[in-house]
Nanobody, 127 residues
Framework: VQLQASGGGLVQAGGSLRLSCQAS????????MSWHCQAPGRGREMVAS???????SYADSVKGRFTISRTNAENTVYLQMSSLKPEDTAVYYC??????????????????????WGQGTLVTVSS
């Protein structure tokens, strides 16, 4: 299983960006999907999350400005970022809890649920 994130870039304060993260591989189901950010000199923090049923939650700092959504058929999670501020500058990582499967040498299927992280995409907001 792999997560491929995209959509970061340089934007002026007040602008918008849309991040995408698609999971690929032998995926059976995806539970929670989320976005996290890590600014220079700081730890990784949760920005927004969405359950398989579409229930969302947000960090207080982004409420009303960011919107998380997902397309289950495409195993993709999005983060629509609006009214961006310089303090939003960070590397953004997607995270998914995924149930997948593989086959043993004898051909028996094995089901695994695990957490996966994307490679990170840089968002820079200039003042």
């Amino acid at each position: 299983v792999q997560l491929q994130a995209s959509g970061g870039g340089l934007v002026q304060a007040g602008g918008s960006l849309r991040l995408s993260c698609q999971a690929s591989g032998s995926i059976f189901s995806i539970n929670d999907m989320s976005w996290h950010c890590q600014a220079p000199g700081r730890g990784r923090e949760m920005v927004a999350s969405i359950t398989s049923g579409g229930i969302t939650s947000y960090a207080d700092s982004v409420k009303g400005r960011f919107t998380i959504s997902r397309t289950n058929a495409e195993n993709t999670v999005y983060l629509q970022m609006s009214s961006l501020k310089p303090e939003d500058t960070a590397v953004y990582y997607c995270h998914c809890n995924i149930e997948s499967h593989y086959y043993t040498d004898s051909g028996e299927p094995v089901w695994v649920r695990d957490d996966y992280w994307g490679q990170g995409t840089l968002v820079t907001v200039s003042s």
